[in-house]
């Protein structure tokens, strides 16, 4: 494979500069993923938009979404990121662990979500009528089906962005799900 780093701010055109800077003020770093995107003159740009864009999911929503999908994916880099993410949103470790299971027993709601999350991407999108089912009768909308689709994607992305570069994790390492079990 490849060698890929990630890269640095002296390494990328104008346009990826101008967003490590605003990710350094809002972030503190620039994350090692990001800063692979920037490989791709464009890339980084749309993610980001594509990430950012509004939705109906709240910011906890979204992370039971990236950590149930991560970890189906075994992305070890979005997964470490995504802890750390679920801390920042009020998520104590044991349901971070949990969630990535693709279930949440603390919250009925939140585990029709993470139920979904997790078989679509298991499934590819060919998500069994009884999990869309459950998930529309725990007080989902068709709106929030359509963006946590959309979501999965999204994290998707990243996922596979790893997966292929293998860049360094930049965030604590996330504990290995199997060793919890």
């Known amino acids: 494979m490849s060698n890929f780093k990630p890269l640095k701010r002296e390494e990328v055109n104008e346009a990826n500069q101008a967003i490590f800077d605003n990710l350094e003020k809002a972030v503190g770093f620039v994350p090692n993923l990001y800063a692979t995107y920037a490989h791709s003159n464009n890339a980084l740009a749309n993610y980001l938009n594509f990430a950012n864009a509004k939705t ?3 910011a906890k929503q979204k992370e039971v979404v990236n950590l149930a999908v991560s970890q189906v994916n075994n992305c070890e880099y979005c997964l470490a990121a995504h802890t750390a993410i679920g801390k920042m949103n ?9 969630l990535r299971s693709g279930k949440a027993s603390f919250d009925s709601k939140l585990d029709a979500l993470a139920k979904f999350a997790k078989n679509v991407t298991e499934n590819r999108g060919a998500t069994d009528e009884e999990v869309v089912n459950n998930f529309l009768n725990n007080g989902w909308t068709k709106e929030n089906l359509i963006d946590a689709i959309v979501l999965v994607g999204d994290k998707t992305i990243s996922n596979y962005v790893h997966s292929t570069t293998k860049v360094p994790v930049d965030f604590p390492a996330a504990e290995p799900l199997d060793a919890t079990v």
């Open 56 to 58: 109906s999911l709240n």
């Open 90 to 98: 009020g998520f104590t470790d044991e349901q971070i662990l949990e």
